[in-house]
């Protein structure tokens, strides 16, 4: 069982930058697929922000992040990151944390572990 405890959400002003961090346990993260999802009120579904892979490290990204959102992961640590920069207030949500073993597609049904979320706020 994959354990994911997120963290760094906070309250920061538009333009600012914001760095969230999924730590795990349990498992090594290693030959999972990792990615953030958000969830803005009044909203059911999780929207994809970022994933990477668990073989390349390919990184993926929504087009509403683009150029902004950085992810990372540290094996060694059990550690994945989302470096957000330039936020926005449509960036204001719920971040999720999520993995799924070897996978390869972005997904919200398709990622097996979920942390239970940090929130940002932006104010703009």
């Known amino acids: 069982q994959l354990h994911l405890v997120e963290s760094g959400g906070g309250l920061v002003q538009a333009g600012d930058s914001l760095r969230l961090s999924c730590a795990a346990s349990?498992?090594?993260?290693?030959?999972?697929?990792m990615a953030w999802f958000r969830q803005t009120p009044g909203k059911e579904e999780r929207e994809f922000v970022a994933?990477?892979?668990?073989?390349?490290?390919?990184?993926y990204y929504a087009d509403s992040v683009k150029g902004r959102f950085t992810i990372s992961r540290d094996n060694a640590k059990n550690t994945v990151f989302l470096q957000m920069n330039n936020v926005k207030h449509e960036d204001t949500a719920d971040y999720y944390c999520a993995a799924d073993w070897r996978g390869s597609t972005w997904q919200a049904n398709g990622m097996k572990y979920w942390g239970k979320g940090t929130l940002a706020t932006v104010s703009s």
């Open positions: 994933g990477i892979s668990w073989d390349t490290d390919s990184t």
């Open positions: 349990g498992r090594t993260i290693s030959a999972y697929s």
